[in-house]
């Protein structure tokens, strides 16, 4: 029975995200791909070059070379929990089954928070833009990010002939919210919602299909960089940032799982258990994604 329900534990894991992370299940799954935790991927070379009425000859011939590479998982771990043997016997629901739960949705977060940072470029390039917000200020010295913003990244997308139809916005809550009190087109999306709940899956502005999340990268306004991951964010040196990427070259992949229980624990007399998840995401090449900052008025 420890073997069966330690299964059924592990497999809420991989049950699909809620609604605030549903942005992942977007990317391109390589979960399948995954072995011994690390994924091996290869970046396709140049694309041949078109001859149009042609008349010498021999015609030229390349060799396409392909760049290799490989990816780790990385670990992610989750902190024990106790259940005690006592408290157990007394609740008329399944805790363990609430916790593990509760152990699930915490690695999604995280992954999620990682997952966004990865999404986001380093700094702008031709290939990787990095926009600034060009609204009015928000009362705090910075500018509102527009309907213009996004149509601008949006053409972005198109100039560098990034994939159409797969397009993603993982806006930062801030940014959400303010679009909602400016954007027109927001507003009417809001109020045909039921009960003014956006449905954040169906809506799309510019080709890019809206997400909203609460921990997108930050950036240092000073210079246009993105802040190291865990970064603490401090108003007056970083801005806040939304992600737009093309699905079809983001990934996931999830590795392995495993659950660590103490079952029974004599000194504790209760249940300790665990969890280590092997995750990474990102995107397949440096091409196709970019970022909105905040900047100062």
Do not use: C
């Amino acid at each position: 029975m420890a073997g069966l329900r330690k299964e059924v534990w592990t497999d809420v894991l991989l049950e699909q995200y809620d609604e605030e992370v549903n942005f992942l299940d977007s990317t391109t799954d390589l979960s399948a791909f995954v072995e011994n935790d690390k994924i091996n991927l290869a970046e396709a070379g140049i694309d041949p070059t078109v001859l149009i009425n042609n008349t010498t000859y021999p015609v030229a011939v390349n060799e396409r070379t392909d760049i290799a590479h490989g990816l780790e998982l990385d670990y992610y771990d989750t902190e024990n929990t106790l259940l005690r043997n006592a408290e157990k016997i007394e609740l008329a629901y399944n805790k363990m089954q609430s916790i593990t739960r509760r152990h699930a949705q915490a690695l999604k977060n995280k992954q999620a928070q990682r997952s966004t940072f990865n999404f986001a470029p380093t700094s702008n390039s031709a290939f990787t833009p990095v926009i600034p917000t060009t609204g009015t200020t928000n009362g705090a010295g910075e500018k509102l990010i527009t309907e213009d913003d996004i149509s601008i990244m949006a053409a972005i997308f198109d100039t560098m002939s990034a994939p159409d139809g797969n397009r993603h916005l993982v806006l930062h809550t801030t940014h959400w919210n303010e679009l909602v009190r400016t954007s027109q087109t927001l507003k009417e999306q809001r109020y045909r919602s039921k009960e003014g709940v956006m449905n954040r899956v169906a809506f799309e502005l510019f080709g890019f299909q809206i997400h909203k999340y609460k921990n997108d990268p930050l950036y240092i306004k000073a210079t246009g960089v993105k802040a190291a991951y865990g970064t603490t964010y401090v108003p007056a040196t970083h801005g806040i940032a939304s992600v737009a990427f093309v699905g079809n070259e983001a990934f996931k992949a999830v590795g392995s799982i495993d659950m660590f229980d103490d079952l029974k624990n004599p000194r504790e007399r209760g249940d300790i258990i665990g969890f280590q998840q092997r995750f990474l995401a990102g995107m397949m090449r440096n091409k196709y994604f970019g970022a909105i900052r905040t900047v100062d008025v």
